[in-house]
């Protein structure tokens, strides 16, 4: 399977502080297998919630991009220096900023990406057009991984997961529910959701990485996250 290979490319990176919960290289790498971006370093992607940026390294190395990579719980600095360490601080350049207030400059991006982050802040319905659509370039594409709750229990996350979750279980929503809370705009040409593939690998492979989290998580796989929730897979094409 072509998108299992290109990121097995990055094992070494299969591990803690570079995985921060299911393996998020695994989940982006099915969203580039569905929608390949092939570009050159003069366009300009936003990986939005990129963490320890191990998810910029793959779409700079994978779709020739130069790649902002923007994350609110790591600093600048620190993936400034794991940038340079990667000798990649031409094509990857860290930002610190909050994804619901950002300040760059409208219809920058030919694309955005974000790999388990855009739920913890983008529920609301409005938020996408307010937020994110306005610094995609037309004709741009989003891409967006998140963990969600299968469409057939749509409404349920919260009765379902909160023994796992606690007071986060309202955010796993479901692919139906994404679609909607995108909603419709004259900028949207095409919004499409899907319950992704790569489930049962990204979540062994985070419980591979022996972290305090992933062992707590692994404790409610069989009982809740196997039996009731998914990978919400989103692509929102500008026109």
Not at 90 to 118: G, Q, R
Not at 213 to 219: M, R, T
């Amino acid at each position: 399977m072509k998108h299992i290979i290109k990121s097995e490319n990055y094992r070494k990176y299969f591990k803690v502080p570079f995985m921060m919960g299911p393996n998020c290289l695994r989940l982006l790498d099915e969203l580039l297998k569905e929608y390949p971006l092939q570009y050159t370093s003069d366009n300009l992607v936003l990986d939005l919630g990129c963490g320890s940026g191990v998810t910029s390294l793959f779409i700079a190395n994978e779709t020739g991009a130069t790649v902002y990579a923007n994350d609110l719980w790591i600093s600048e600095e620190e993936n400034r220096q794991r940038f340079t360490n990667w000798n990649m601080q031409d094509k990857l350049i860290p930002v610190h900023e909050d994804a619901t207030n950002l300040h760059f400059d409208k219809e920058l991006f030919d694309a955005l990406i974000s790999i388990d982050s855009y739920h913890y802040f983008a529920g609301k319905e409005g938020f996408f057009t307010n937020h994110i659509l306005p610094y995609i370039k037309k004709g741009g594409v989003v891409l967006i991984a998140i963990p969600g709750i299968k469409n057939e229990y749509d409404g349920r996350s919260e009765e379902l997961l909160t023994t796992w979750l606690g007071e986060e279980a309202y955010m796993f929503q479901s692919a139906d529910f994404w679609k909607r809370i995108i909603g419709k705009h004259e900028d949207i040409e095409e919004v499409r959701t899907w319950e992704m593939s790569l489930f049962e690998l990204a979540w062994q492979e985070w419980f591979d990485t022996n972290h305090k989290f992933a062992l707590n998580d692994k404790k409610y796989f069989e009982s809740i996250i196997k039996p009731f929730t998914t990978f919400v897979g989103i692509m929102v094409k500008k026109k």
